[in-house]
């Protein structure tokens, strides 16, 4: 079946600008997670979404990051008035179940440049 | 908060060999999963194996194998006869066992280790 996909594959924008970051979960899957990923930092976790509701968003770095998920499907992850730190790869992950062991299964990812 | 430290950053073996890359963490539960994760150059992150921390027992899949010492907090992956196509970004990654807390369904990764395997 489809994996998890990620939309635009590669975004470049000029600071100050809104982007907005697409990512389809694989079909039945509850639990979705966004992560990103950058030279500095690592891989760090951001928004954690059990179907509609974010019950863990404590890895957000600020209020100009937000998500929202519709629907139990579809999700996306929007940066304000994006900054030149804010450039990395956004991952995005869906488990079955949120509470349960199950596999998180990852997307390509988004690569986001801020110039 | 839980750590994960991978203090290789780049590891290269010759094809066919065995390499180790290491892993250690920090995390006052006693219950949580501990995962290795590979990552090519297409970005996306696959699962190679995971292991319970209830489970005494090593996690093997086929190639790969883990040592898991919990008194340590070591967890270590062990790649047997590696091919060309081992090559890759691995992440040692730890989760909490505790579904119901808040925080606990997150991954948190180590650094990250460069795996290149010469021909």
């Known amino acids: 079946g489809a994996g998890v996909s990620q939309s635009p594959s590669n975004k470049v924008t000029e600071k100050g600008k809104d982007v907005e970051l697409r990512c389809d979960p694989i079909?039945?899957?509850?639990?979705l997670y966004w992560y990103r990923q950058s030279l500095g930092q690592g891989l760090e976790f951001l928004i954690y979404f059990q179907g509609n509701s974010a019950p863990d968003k404590s890895g957000l770095p600020s209020d100009r990051f937000s998500a929202e998920r519709t629907g139990g499907s579809v999700s996306t992850l929007t940066i304000q008035r994006t900054q030149q730190e804010d450039s990395a790869v956004y991952l995005c992950?869906?488990?079955?179940?949120?509470?349960?062991?199950?596999?998180?299964?990852f997307g390509p990812g988004t690569r986001l440049t801020v110039t | 908060a839980q750590t994960v430290t991978q203090s290789q950053p780049e590891m290269s073996v010759q094809e066919a060999e065995t390499v180790t890359l290491s892993c250690t963490y920090d995390?006052?539960?006693?219950?949580?999963?501990l995962f290795w994760y590979k990552q090519p150059p297409s970005r996306q992150m696959i699962l190679v194996i995971r292991?319970?921390?209830?489970?005494?027992q090593n996690a093997t899949e086929n190639r790969f194998s883990v040592n898991f010492q919990k008194a340590a907090k070591s967890f270590s992956l062990k790649i047997s006869d590696s091919q060309l196509g081992d090559a890759a970004m691995y992440f040692c990654?730890?989760?909490?066992?505790?579904?119901?807390?808040?925080?606990?369904?997150?991954?948190?990764f180590g650094q990250g280790t460069r795996l290149t395997i010469n021909p």
């Open positions: 990654a730890y989760r909490s066992a505790s579904g119901g807390r808040r925080g606990a369904q997150k991954l948190v």
């Open positions: 995390t006052s539960e006693s219950d949580y999963y």
């Open positions: 992950a869906s488990s079955l179940m949120g509470q349960q062991i199950y596999e998180q299964y």
């Open positions: 292991q319970e921390a209830y489970k005494q």
């Open positions: 079909s039945g899957h509850t639990a």
